[in-house]
Antibody
Framework: QVQLVESGGGLVKPGGSLRLSCAAS????????MSWIRQAPGKGLEWVSY????????YYADSVKGRFTISRDNAKNSLYLQMNSLRAEDTAVYYC????????????WGQGTLVTVSS | EIVLTQSPGTLSLSPGERATLSCRAS???????LAWYQQKPGQAPRLLIY???SRATGIPDRFSGSGSGTDFTLTISRLEPEDFAVYYC?????????FGQGTRLEIK
């Protein structure tokens, strides 16, 4: 079945770095556009970043631009989020999500991985 | 950048009642590129509606979406106990792809 599984979350100090991964299975990963979306504790959903199926088009939210880098490895069916210069306000559950088209809804979500930025 | 504002923030209704949730955009959403998601505590969001009015696979027909331009509505015709959750709208026509702040649907 279609599945997205995030990993790599954890506790990190302010200014530190973390790399999140999202392993995809049950579908042709290279056909789909992918995003990272986060949710701070008790808060709403915040779109973070988007990458096209080939990796040629990338977008970021202003709140993470210059600090986060999205990438994918279609041979490994994996999506990544490199997070640098982390701040307390980056504390959230990070979800990866699948979009079937370039301008598209998210039809499949992972269960999320928690990132906590604290000293 | 499009900003989505959902109302009300919290909606208190009883099972069997009709729920009407609103999502207003700060500028027109191109081609009705608007989706609705449901999220229950401790779970990932689930897609309900895309293209403003198309139900996702497996979504009961008591859920319906409508609207265009800047005003969109999610309607749940007869609330079931499992429908009490938080609902988010999202525009996906042009980057960034923001979500609304959510409407919490609670049991009265």
């Amino acid at each position: 079945q279609v599945q997205l599984v995030e990993s790599g979350g954890g506790l990190v100090k302010p200014g530190g770095s973390l790399r999140l991964s999202c392993a995809a299975s049950g579908f042709t990963f290279s056909d789909y556009y992918m995003s990272w979306i986060r949710q701070a504790p008790g808060k709403g959903l915040e779109w973070v970043s988007y990458i096209s199926s080939s990796g040629s088009t990338i977008y970021y939210a202003d709140s993470v631009k210059g600090r986060f880098t999205i990438s994918r490895d279609n041979a490994k069916n994996s999506l990544y989020l490199q997070m640098n210069s982390l701040r307390a306000e980056d504390t959230a559950v990070y979800y990866c999500a699948r979009a079937p088209y370039s301008s598209s809804w998210y039809d499949c979500w992972g269960q999320g991985t928690l990132v906590t930025v604290s000293s | 950048e499009i900003v989505l504002t959902q109302s009300p923030g919290t909606l208190s209704l009883s099972p069997g009642e009709r729920a009407t949730l609103s999502c207003r955009a700060s500028q027109s959403v191109s081609s009705s590129y608007l989706a609705w998601y449901q999220q229950k505590p401790g779970q990932a969001p689930r897609l309900l509606i895309y293209g403003a009015s198309s139900r996702a696979t497996g979504i009961p027909d008591r859920f319906s979406g409508s609207g265009s331009g800047t005003d969109f509505t999610l309607t749940i015709s007869r609330l079931e106990p499992e429908d009490f959750a938080v609902y988010y709208c999202q525009q996906y026509g042009s980057s960034p792809f923001p979500f609304g702040q959510g409407t919490r649907l609670e049991i009265k």
